[in-house]
């Protein structure tokens, strides 16, 4: 079983930070972060490969955001830093065998999401 639980979603301010959680049980090759918001296709945000470490994002957060894992834990953590309202999303945990951004379909497993909102 492979299960996954965001947290650390909430309001914050444009240009503020979030570190986002995703708490999972089991383990896969790939897990990251994807999200949508109302209207809008769900995109992928950053995934890391655990095997070897390997980081991909999205060109919109590149250098703004940032992914990492603490296998012992593991829980893998997206820091989320110079937030813009663009970001506005609910952000989901996936995890799989491969890192295919643009492919959410390609993940087997999902969280729940965490809401995340960056407004003045």
């Known amino acids: 079983e492979v299960q996954l639980v965001e947290s650390g979603g909430g309001l914050v301010l444009p240009g503020g930070s979030l570190r986002l959680s995703c708490a999972a049980s089991g383990f896969t090759t790939a897990i990251g972060w994807f999200r949508q918001a109302p209207g809008k296709e769900r995109e992928g945000v950053s995934c890391?490969?655990?095997?070897?470490?390997?980081?991909y994002y999205t060109d919109s957060v590149k250098g703004r955001f940032t992914i990492s894992t603490d296998n012992a834990k593991n829980t893998v953590y997206l820091q989320m830093d110079s937030l813009k309202p663009e970001d506005t999303a609910v952000y989901y945990c996936?995890?799989?065998?491969?890192?295919?951004?643009?492919?959410?379909?390609?993940?087997?497993?999902w969280g729940k999401g965490t809401l995340v909102t960056v407004s003045s």
């Open positions: 890391i490969r655990r095997d070897y470490g390997n980081t």
């Open positions: 996936a995890a799989g065998d491969f890192c295919h951004l643009g492919f959410a379909a390609g993940m087997d497993y």
